[in-house]
């Protein structure tokens, strides 16, 4: 039997493993692309399941080639046939579990197992197509089938384990195909081991290497892998090819999106902890902050004040679940003023279901809130309007009875005493009237009559009418103005009122007693009067509700004398600024046009 061995060709097994290891990395390719593509999924599975199972049978026949050159006189082809059709179907099998998301261990070894039956079968018929009578060392079998078999779980398991393949790394694939190559080639060397060739029918002594036949068994076989080596090449060319089509739609679509949502939107990007990464240019605009000043901050940066701390805590406590975050948000600028934002804050997630970034669109909706701001307003004046003709209607009729009463009584009256007293009636009577049609003034107002006046001893008479009162509390009232003449056009006795109501104000914001400063000048054309106590101060967020209807800070008060004081300004062409601040006093600053002088 020494003869059957004589003849030995590495030439044609160092192919053989070439041919293999190309095979291999093409299969593992296709297969690594399956589960990472949505299309074409079947070619490539079919692509991948030919490649590998005609690399593991062109190594079991160079390998026959290379030791048994001299019976492929009497090669059997159809059992040539049905050995590669069985390393296809095997490898086919091996890889179907792979077609799953997630792969676990029992899928490895599940593949494995089928790769070396793969490689067992087709040994095995290999052989018994050369015509002979072939018996195995069992356990030296046995060895062999759970050495290929480890092997094969080897090389599966650094490509296909979940950690492995969520790590990409691009080295994995050419080492676990010349790990799978060479589990091909130790298969079929260790099973050549184990086997024993007892006789060979009707062995030619011809050298089959050089006859013709051999040489097209060769060539044929190499076109055939080569074949199927190009067609499976080709296969993952067009996939790429679809890939990067679909790459560069994507990128496309994403670009015009970006495009889209800078040309409209207020767009920031944060990472996890909610410091800034990205801002568009609408963002730097708003802001009045430049990228460099916002990269690496947070969004305290803006914060107004205006939202309590609650407001925030639920607003991260929603993100923080990975929920999108909707609402409008007051934010201040770097020049001080105040801007509102809708604000949409989406949250991405990482493959734990962790937020690693926030995205947040915002749209400017500070000429909305003004808006919105105004109608309210002109709600409640319509309201107070309505109820505010309804007052004075049902008050004027009883008050004209009581006047015309009271002048008939004059009439006839002649005790000096009696006489006071009526025109003390008369007097508060009329008194009245003017409440009444301030009141008539808010229901439908009327065009001020305006004359020229000198300001200050107005003034003057409105802080002498509030003496009293003041010394009561026990507060000093001051009086400074430069000027003697300050001419202005005014309704004298609506003014009156204004500062009678501003003054009284300031005087009942001491309780504890302290000083007023009265200040009249010409500034800039405008005539400037502040009011300026030492009281109490006004929060923050009720300085922005003073004159709304109904809204006041004392605890008689009804929330119309400021109201009505600001119209009457407004009415003047003038207009009214407040400051104030906690526990130190408030200021009404008051500015009217000054009377142009020729």
């Known amino acids: 039997m020494d003869t059957l061995f004589n003849s030995f060709h590495p030439f044609f097994f160092i192919i053989a493993i070439g041919l293999t290891i190309m095979a291999s990395y093409t299969a593992l390719d296709m297969f690594r692309l399956i589960r990472t593509s949505d299309q074409n999924k079947r070619l490539l599975f079919l692509g991948g399941t030919f490649s590998m199972g005609m690399g593991i049978w062109v190594t079991n026949f160079m390998g026959l ?221 708003i802001s009045k902050y430049s990228e460099e000043e916002l990269l690496g901050q947070d969004h305290r940066i803006l914060n107004s004040g205006y ?115 009526l025109n003390i009636i008369l007097d508060e009577i009329e008194r009245v009237n003017t409440i009444v049609e301030d009141f008539l003034v808010l229901a439908k107002p009327k065009a001020v009559e305006l004359e020229e006046k000198n300001i200050v001893p107005v003034i003057k008479t409105v802080i002498s009418m509030q003496e009293f009162e003041a010394i009561k509390k026990n507060v000093r009232l001051h009086f400074d103005c430069e000027q003697k003449n300050i001419l202005i056009n005014c309704d004298e006795n609506r003014l009156k009122q204004v500062f009678l109501n501003f003054i009284k104000n300031a005087i009942e914001a001491m309780p504890n007693g302290g000083d007023l400063y009265v200040k009249a000048m010409i500034h800039d054309n405008n005539v400037q009067i502040s009011i300026q106590d030492t009281g109490v101060g006004i929060p923050k967020e009720q300085l922005k509700k003073l004159g709304e209807p109904f809204f006041t800070t004392k605890k008689q008060g009804h929330g119309l004398g400021l109201m009505m004081s600001f119209k009457i300004i407004e009415g003047h062409q003038g207009k009214v600024f407040v400051e104030s601040e906690l526990n130190k006093g408030t200021t009404f600053n008051i500015l009217l046009p000054a009377k142009k002088t020729a």
């Open 307 to 421: 939202h309590s701390k609650e407001f925030f805590k639920e607003l991260w406590r929603t993100i923080g679940h990975g929920k999108v975050w909707y609402g409008e948000i007051c934010n201040r600028a770097k020049d001080g003023t105040l801007y509102w934002v809708d604000t949409t804050i989406v949250p991405f997630l990482n493959k734990n279901g962790k937020p690693y970034q926030y995205l947040s669109i915002r749209t400017d909706i500070t000429e909305r809130k003004k808006q919105e701001e105004v109608l309210h307003r002109q709600d409640k004046l319509a309201a107070v309007g309505q109820l505010a003709a309804g007052v004075a209607h049902e008050i004027r009729n009883p008050l004209t009875s009581m006047r015309g009463y009271a002048e008939f009584l004059q009439l006839d009256e002649k005790d000096p005493e009696r006489l006071e007293f």
């Open 65 to 285: 080639i290379v030791t048994n050159a001299g019976l492929f006189a009497n090669y059997y082809i159809p059992l040539v046939i049905l050995s590669i059709l069985i390393g296809i179907a095997f490898s086919g099998m091996a890889f179907m579990p792979f077609f799953g998301r997630k792969i676990r261990f029992y899928h490895l070894m599940i593949g494995s197992l089928f790769l070396t039956l793969a490689v067992i079968a087709i040994h095995i018929i290999g052989n018994y197509a050369l015509n002979v009578e072939i018996e195995y060392h069992v356990l030296l079998f046995i060895v062999s089938s759970l050495l290929i078999f480890a092997s094969f779980l080897f090389s599966l398991w650094m490509l296909f384990s979940s950690k492995n393949s969520q790590e990409n790394q691009t080295w994995l694939k050419p080492v676990s195909a010349l790990i799978m190559s060479g589990t091909i080639a130790e298969g079929h060397i260790l099973l050549r081991k184990s086997l024993v060739i007892i006789t060979a029918n009707d062995v030619t002594n011809a050298t089959v290497v050089d006859s013709p036949f051999f040489n097209y068994l060769v060539l044929f076989v190499s076109v055939l892998i080569m074949g199927g080596l190009i067609v499976s090449s080709t296969l993952i060319s067009k996939q790429l090819a679809a890939s990067d089509t679909t790459l560069r739609d994507i990128t496309k679509e994403v670009k015009d999106i970006t495009f889209a949502l800078n040309q409209s939107s207020i767009v920031a990007i944060t990472d996890e902890k909610g410091r800034i990464t990205s801002v568009n240019n609408k963002f730097c605009e």
